[in-house]
């Protein structure tokens, strides 16, 4: 079962901290409308270059633009002006939360290095396993992960 949020979330703010356990382990994660770590989303990775050089890129912190509460890294300053330009083009799909987790149930971190662009969007996992396991099924598993995205943004007055 999805988890049961109470009425107190409809009072988060869209953007907080969230942590990300340093070991590297799967954790559940807190509701939030983008995975960050101290405030630095995606944990420093470049959103564009999944875009520009298909690949996943841990950036510096040299180019860095403050977008809706958080920090976000590029690896060059082209990257960060194609982000100013059409930053919903380049946040990932579900906050940057592992898609197949979230279709599971489950709200959990993902990490960036395990990522799929799909009809222009980029999904982040949180495992090579969940990556996997997402490709087998991905026209039910998008679906069900946006319904509890829905949901976890807009918990109903019933909760």
Partial sequence: MFINFNKTLKNIVLISAVALAATG???KA???ALMSVEQVALDGYD???YFTSGAAHKADG???YLYEGVTWHFETS???ESFKADPAKYIPVFGGFCAYE???EELV???PEFWHIHNGQIYLFSRKSAEEKWFRDMDTMIPKAQV???ALKNPSEED
């Fill in 25 to 27: 382990c799967v954790k």
């Fill in 62 to 64: 040299t180019y860095s």
């Fill in 47 to 49: 959103p564009v270059a």
């Fill in 30 to 32: 807190e509701p939030a």
């Fill in 109 to 111: 971190y993902s990490k």
């Fill in 78 to 80: 082209d990257n960060l």
């Fill in 148 to 150: 509890q995205w829905d």
């Fill in 102 to 104: 979230l279709a599971d």
